[in-house]
């Protein structure tokens, strides 16, 4: 893997996509995806259940690489068609950030930790990505 990435989007979301092999991100739009290329690791982290929702979830909600291929359009319904790319989801337990605050480069000693977050995508290190599959007892390699 090259680079890793974290993911914002509702658990629903994200559920939907580990269902099909794909992410998407930012309400579909394609530009931050056409960052990520294959082979890199991507972890996605869900501050809610459900989109909209105020729920307090704050979990990591699913771990994988991206698969070889571009960026692509799918078909939601109702003329939307967001951006999406394949991703090798890996079986893994969904799990709470809070324990991992003081932990995580992108958290640790942060008080606003979660500021970055509503950029929706952003490229974490290699140690936090090993970190968020451990404890969601994922196999990463």
């Given at each position: 893997?090259?680079?890793?990435?974290?993911?914002?989007?509702?658990?629903?979301?994200v559920r939907i996509g580990r269902k099909n092999g794909f992410m998407q991100v930012n309400h579909g739009k394609a530009a931050p995806l056409r960052r990520i290329k294959p082979g890199d690791g991507i972890a996605y982290?869900?501050?809610?259940?459900?989109f909209g929702e105020k729920d307090g979830?704050?979990?990591?909600?699913?771990?994988?690489?991206?698969?070889?291929?571009e960026v692509y359009e799918g078909l939601m319904g109702g003329g939307f068609t967001p951006a999406r790319r394949d991703v090798e989801w890996r079986?893994?337990?969904e799990a709470p950030i809070k324990p991992l605050l003081d932990r995580l480069d992108f958290t640790a000693g942060k008080p606003n930790w979660g500021y970055q977050?509503?950029?929706?995508?952003?490229?974490?290190?290699e140690r936090d990505f090993r970190l968020i599959g451990e404890a969601m007892e994922a196999r990463v390699a």
């Open positions: 893997m090259s680079a890793f990435w974290l993911a914002v989007a509702s658990a629903e979301h982290y869900s501050p809610s259940t459900t979830l704050q979990s990591f909600t699913a771990i994988g690489t991206v698969r070889q291929g079986a893994a337990m977050l509503r950029f929706g995508l952003f490229e974490i290190s």
